[in-house]
């Protein structure tokens, strides 16, 4: 079986002159050879094709795949990561992971809570506010907290994303109004413990394959895990493994949020506490990084014995559900 490898090399955006923070969602070339390497030791054939503008070059020259392993995130536009699946779809070509209206539909985190609230599933309050006039209308009990409505990596969020009355509040959402362009989602702010959990499969297949909690130690930037803090994890954050009542309740809440909104094959959902010890939905990752060191989804799964082939493997096996079946004797992975 022949799969393309389509995603976001950060050096190739850097080198266009693209910053730092503007990038920080891409892959570097450690992630790019594991993937490569783990997915050919799967039996696989794996050819790389790149970006997204590869990808179109490679599908108007007439380059086809049995499948595309897609972790391309984009660069502009709050559909950025549903651009890949959409032209995959367009070349009725099987992609693994979700379906651009499920990535479109995850990365704005306002559009998403709505979903997630409506299908009766707990998630903080929230307002969003798209221009300066909005913020005298956010109606929210102080704490609140602020982040960019579709940015991931923590881009946009600091210290100062949690705001403790409305001066505070202003001039956070100012800030970030001006700097990312897009509108701001403000939600209550919970104080309790926060989780990520690791998650494989699609539909009533789907399960969780850890969970984690994130620590913060005192010389993090207090009050969230956020872009300076995941940059320099290694110093300020600890990685728990975690298995009690709370832990289990947060698991639950993720798996129930994952098939709500339709994810598919693997990725992450994080869980926050809020003053009472309840768990609460904040953000799902349906294309979460898959670095074999440093990503939070490979993380969780090695805490779990969980090995970075292993957890390919099941991805593949869950996209591979999809396949024609006129691709039925590919269907296998090397075990």
């Known amino acids: ?24 969602e891409f892959d570097k070339e450690d992630t790019i050879e594991a993937l490569a390497l783990a997915l050919t030791g799967l039996g696989l054939e794996v050819e790389r094709v790149g970006s997204a503008k590869s990808l179109v070059c490679a599908l108007a020259g007439g380059r086809r795949w049995d499948l595309v392993f897609n972790i391309a995130e984009g660069l502009f536009g709050p559909g950025r990561e549903a651009l890949v699946p959409a032209l995959l779809d367009a070349y009725e070509i099987p992609y693994t992971f979700s379906d651009p209206l499920v990535m479109a539909l995850c990365l704005d985190k306002a559009a998403c809570k709505r979903f997630v609230r409506d299908a009766g599933l707990p998630t903080p309050d929230f307002a969003l506010v798209r221009t300066e006039k909005d913020i005298a209308q956010v109606r929210l009990p102080y704490p609140v907290f602020a982040k960019p409505v579709a940015e991931g990596t923590g881009k946009g969020v600091s210290a100062a994303s949690r705001a403790g009355d409305r001066k505070q509040l202003m001039a956070i959402c100012r800030a970030l109004l001006k700097r990312f362009q897009q509108p701001v989602l403000v939600e209550q702010y919970l104080p309790g413990r926060e989780f990520t959990v690791g998650i494989v499969g699609t539909g009533e297949l789907a399960r969780a394959v850890g969970i984690m909690e994130v620590a913060l130690s005192g010389a993090a930037e207090l009050g969230a895990y956020s872009y300076t803090n995941k940059a320099n994890f290694e110093e300020v954050v600890e990685y728990l493994p975690a298995d009690d009542e709370a ?62 082939q292993d957890l390919l493997r099941m991805i593949m096996q869950s996209a591979l559900e999809r396949l024609p079946l006129a691709l039925d004797k590919e269907r296998k992975v090397r075990p």
């Open 1 to 24: 079986m022949i799969v393309g490898l389509v995603y976001d090399l950060r050096s190739e955006y850097l080198a266009q002159g693209y910053s730092e923070e503007q990038t920080a």
């Open 247 to 308: 832990a289990i309740e947060a698991q639950d809440l993720a798996l129930a949020v994952w098939r709500c909104l339709g994810c598919r094959d693997g990725g992450r959902v994080d869980i926050r506490l809020d003053a009472a010890g309840k768990a609460s939905f904040m953000e799902v990752n349906p294309l979460a990084g898959l670095n074999p060191m440093i990503s939070d989804l490979p993380i969780v799964c090695r805490m779990n014995g969980i090995q970075y």
